[in-house]
């Protein structure tokens, strides 16, 4: 049985951003901040300032590196998906709030051309696309005395809290459980991108599966393991095809509108996932055992391991061990 604890470490380290590349992309949000509140100040002065709060996996450090896609000009694009919300937070002395259609043409407008190129209009926020192909995502809220409202376009004033759904992840996770979400993001990220038409969880719903499956472990590889069983037990045995949503609104249910194809699309995915890291971990050589891994469920950004068995490791290192802890016979024995 090869234990690929380490592999999985490095793949880690493959997937996740150096801090060059966090910097960048605290930069690009800085800036955009900068320009927005300067567009309210010189365009609408009377009009509640927007305040900025950062949500999403780069809050919760578990954003990864995504593959590379190619444009239509032939240009490899890196599609880093950040989120940051705009908050209009209501003062005791104004009692109501412009419509969901206004406060998205304003940010529409204050942000547009940022980048050379037109903003995108969404129904959950305006979208700020930038040359190297990283986004930016400007979800709006109204927050009163009561609650929080996301302004969605086609739904209208929604109840949403994205800033608890990221206190709550801070609470539960640990460096590991971090990772464990990286590696889930990852195999999203090269499933999809080598079959165009598989559309699986998004990354916020995969959070809350790992989380809520979170099984702990002192190799990584075992952890992962575990954790995807639990969770196709749950989707499967325990309570059915559901995603309940820990926060505000808590006890939906983000699977509810899933196609029966997409649902049947992602059970077979994890199952396929999950029964490479069986057949992974039966195998004895480290080289094939990752191999089965790279090929089928992370790409090579997962790195192959020694062309070893794992008895012989455990040999040479039974060996090594007890040649340091010969006790030496006394002088004139």
Same mark, same amino acid.
């Given at each position: *049985?090869?234990?690929?604890?380490?592999?999985?470490?490095?793949?880690?380290?493959?997937?996740?951003?150096?801090?060059?590349? &966090?910097?960048?992309?605290?930069?690009?949000?800085?800036?955009?901040? #900068?320009?927005?509140?300067?567009?309210?100040?010189?365009?609408?002065?009377?009009?509640?300032?927007?305040?900025?709060?950062?949500?999403?996996?780069?809050?919760?450090?578990?954003?990864?590196?995504?593959?590379?896609?190619?444009?239509?000009?032939?240009?490899? +694009?890196? *599609?880093?998906?950040?989120?940051?919300?705009?908050?209009?937070? &209501?003062?005791?002395?104004?009692?109501?709030?412009?419509?969901?259609?206004?406060?998205?043409?304003?940010?529409?407008?204050?942000?547009?051309?940022?980048?050379?190129?037109?903003?995108? +209009?969404?129904?959950?926020?305006?979208?700020?696309?930038?040359?190297?192909?990283?986004?930016?995502?400007?979800?709006?809220?109204?927050?009163?005395?009561?609650?929080?409202?996301?302004?969605?376009?086609?739904?209208?004033?929604?109840?949403?809290?994205?800033?608890?759904?990221?206190?709550?992840?801070?609470?539960? #996770?640990?460096?590991?459980?971090?990772?464990?979400?990286?590696?889930?993001?990852?195999?999203?990220?090269?499933?999809?991108?080598?079959?165009?038409?598989?559309?699986?969880?998004?990354?916020?719903?995969?959070?809350?599966?790992?989380?809520?499956?979170?099984?702990?472990?002192?190799?990584?590889?075992?952890?992962?393991?575990?954790?995807?069983?639990?969770?196709?037990?749950?989707?499967?045995?325990?309570?059915?095809?559901?995603?309940?949503?820990?926060?505000?609104?808590?006890?939906?249910?983000?699977?509810?509108?899933?196609?029966?194809?997409? &649902?049947?699309?992602?059970?077979?995915?994890?199952?396929?996932?999950?029964?490479?890291?069986?057949?992974?971990?039966?195998?004895?050589?480290?080289?094939?055992?990752?191999?089965?891994?790279?090929?089928?469920?992370?790409?090579?950004?997962?790195?192959?391991?020694?062309?070893?068995?794992?008895?012989?490791?455990?040999?040479?290192?039974?060996?090594?061990?007890?040649?340091?802890?010969?006790?030496?016979?006394?002088?004139?024995?």
């Amino acid at each position: *049985m090869a234990v690929l604890h380490k592999e999985f470490i490095e793949f880690n380290k493959n997937i996740s951003l150096t801090s060059k590349r &966090k910097e960048s992309l605290k930069n690009s949000r800085k800036e955009l901040r #900068k320009k927005i509140r300067k567009w309210f100040k010189d365009n609408k002065p009377d009009e509640l300032q927007p305040k900025f709060n950062g949500q999403g996996s780069y809050s919760m450090n578990t954003v990864i590196n995504p593959l590379p896609v190619t444009d239509s000009q032939g240009k490899q +694009k890196l *599609m880093y998906d950040l989120d940051d919300g705009v908050y209009f937070i &209501k003062k005791n002395e104004q009692n109501d709030h412009r419509s969901i259609n206004t406060l998205h043409n304003w940010i529409f407008d204050s942000v547009d051309n940022h980048t050379g190129q037109s903003s995108i +209009k969404k129904n959950t926020c305006i979208r700020v696309v930038f040359a190297d192909g990283h986004h930016i995502d400007l979800p709006i809220y109204y927050k009163n005395e009561e609650s929080i409202l996301l302004a969605h376009r086609s739904k209208g004033w929604l109840e949403s809290d994205p800033k608890e759904f990221t206190e709550w992840f801070n609470g539960k #996770k640990t460096t590991q459980l971090e990772r464990i979400v990286r590696y889930l993001k990852a195999w999203k990220n090269f499933r999809e991108t080598n079959n165009n038409s598989l559309k699986l969880p998004s990354g916020f719903e995969l959070t809350i599966l790992a989380t809520e499956n979170y099984f702990e472990d002192d190799n990584d590889d075992r952890a992962f393991r575990e954790t995807i069983r639990n969770i196709e037990s749950q989707l499967t045995n325990t309570f059915g095809f559901k995603c309940l949503r820990p926060t505000t609104p808590a006890g939906e249910d983000l699977f509810a509108n899933y196609s029966d194809t997409r &649902k049947s699309n992602f059970l077979s995915s994890i199952s396929s996932l999950l029964n490479d890291l069986d057949r992974a971990d039966e195998e004895p050589n480290f080289r094939k055992a990752s191999n089965i891994l790279v090929k089928n469920q992370f790409g090579s950004r997962y790195p192959l391991g020694e062309d070893n068995d794992s008895d012989t490791k455990n040999k040479e290192l039974i060996k090594a061990l007890g040649m340091a802890t010969v006790t030496p016979k006394p002088y004139g024995y």
